[in-house]
Each structure stands twice: as C-alpha cells, then as structure tokens.
C-alpha cells in the first residue's frame, strides 16, 4: 500500500523558515499528485498545496501564497513544504497526501501520519 512518511518539523520562531519532507513508497499509477494538508488544533484539516506528479503544476490555498512552496522530486519518490516567514497561526499538524487520480484537492487521499509544526512569538 501507499506508505508516506513526513519529516521535517519542529519547533520554530515566528519569521522563520521550515522545510517539511514527504517520502513516498509503494505509490501507483493512480497517484496523480501529492498535496499537504494543515490541522491546527481545534480546527478542521486544511488544504495548504498540492503537486501533480507528471506536469509539476502546483495549487495553493490563496492566503499562503508567497509563503510556502511544494516542490517534488520523482526519482526520489519526496515531495517539499518549503514555509518561509512563519507565522504563530502556522502551528499545526501538517499532513502529506498521496492524491489518486487526479491533482486537485478533492481527490480521494492516502495519509502520513502528520508531522507537528509549532511557531513560538
């Protein structure tokens, strides 16, 4: 089965960077992209960005644009969260998705486990 593994996060000060590492292992044919998805406490699970994996176009929520890129590397089976200017709104559980299908956000998802990212101020 589709088996992701995130790495990457921890604890960081407000204005900081971060980068978050999904490997992927056991991914088929029908995994057309690979998206990240937030969970602050408290709150509902949110679409952050996602990744085709054939093109490489990318998708973004609109209120992290600028902030935070998605990049992949296919022959290593990884995908990046690259967050810049972190915020303390940031703090989350953050979420790699294997997206089967297609690329977009609804599609139906395979989950990591999470991975905790905490901004003090």
């Known amino acids: 089965q589709v088996l992701l593994v995130e790495s990457g996060g921890g604890l960081v000060q407000a204005g900081g960077s971060l980068r978050l590492s999904c490997a992927a292992s056991g991914l088929t044919s029908s995994v057309a992209g690979m998206g990240w998805f937030r969970q602050a406490p408290g709150k509902e699970r949110e679409f952050v960005a996602a990744?085709?994996?054939?093109?490489?176009?990318?998708n973004y929520a609109d209120s992290l644009k600028g902030r935070f890129t998605i990049s992949r590397d296919n022959a290593k089976n990884t995908v990046y969260l690259q967050m810049i200017e972190l915020k303390p709104d940031d703090t989350a559980v953050y979420y790699c998705a294997a997206l089967h299908f297609t690329s977009r956000p609804s599609s139906p998802k395979t989950w990591g486990q999470g991975t905790q990212v905490t901004v003090s101020s």
């Open positions: 990744i085709n994996r054939s093109d490489g176009s990318t």
